[in-house]
T-cell receptor
């Protein structure tokens, strides 16, 4: 199993540009989520999904959209990038979080200039 | 609002020098407390889940314990390869999906 994969690893955007961060898992996990990690603030939840076709907002959803058309994929869209969205983004998945914890991807480092 | 506070922020140990990391939490109803290890430039790696006060779990040189207000990660006779940032997170009873609230982490350095 590849586990949780994320692309790209690094990205530089200009303010106002849009892009999609890709996340895929091959473990047949129902639960998937997106976090951002910033110095001094820890990991914060952006959006999450409990299954295909179901998504909900986390702690810091503004400026981001998600969709979950398949169990495997959970892309994160930045609608109009802002410098405040400069961060490291992690995707995570789990089968049953209470029993198995969460598996994190390697992260995407995004810089918005 | 769920809160997680980890201490110390940074810890330097000599190889073989045992110590503990602290995770204090405030949550309306604890569904689970998670410990992760994060190496520079990588995603967090799951270590343990604890569900109720008094529970303990061990993995190699690591032992996690849980009380009603805090969790400790005990590191016995650490080695340089244990150097990493250790993250604590809580999941509340009323939380849907897999929402976790994270602390900022303790950066552990083990010198040979």
């Amino acid at each position: 199993n590849a586990g949780v994969t994320q692309t790209p690893k690094f990205q530089v955007l200009k303010t106002g540009q849009s892009m999609t961060l890709q996340c895929a898992q091959d473990m047949n996990h129902e639960y998937m989520s997106w976090y951002r990690q910033d110095p001094g603030m820890g990991l914060r939840l952006i959006h999450y999904s409990v299954g295909a076709g179901i998504t909900d907002q986390g702690e810091v959803p503004n400026g981001y959209n998600v969709s979950r058309s398949t169990t495997e994929d959970f892309p994160l869209r930045l609608l109009s990038a802002a410098p405040s969205q400069t961060s490291v983004y992690f995707c995570a998945s789990s089968y049953r979080p209470r029993d198995y914890g969460q598996y994190f991807g390697p992260g995407t480092r995004l810089t918005v200039t | 609002e769920d809160q997680v506070t980890q201490s110390p922020e940074a810890l330097r140990l000599q190889e073989g020098e045992s110590s503990s990391l602290n995770c204090s939490y405030t949550v309306s109803g604890l569904r689970g407390l998670f410990w992760y290890r994060q190496d520079p430039g990588k995603g967090p790696e799951f270590l343990f889940t604890l569900y109720s006060a008094g529970e303990e779990k061990e993995k190699e040189r690591l032992k996690a314990t849980l009380t009603k207000k805090e969790s400790f990660l005990h590191i016995t006779a650490p080695k340089p390869e244990d150097s990493a940032t250790y993250l604590c997170a809580v999941q509340a009873d009323e939380t849907s999906g897999s929402r976790l609230t994270f602390g900022e982490g303790t950066q552990l350095t083990v010198n040979p």
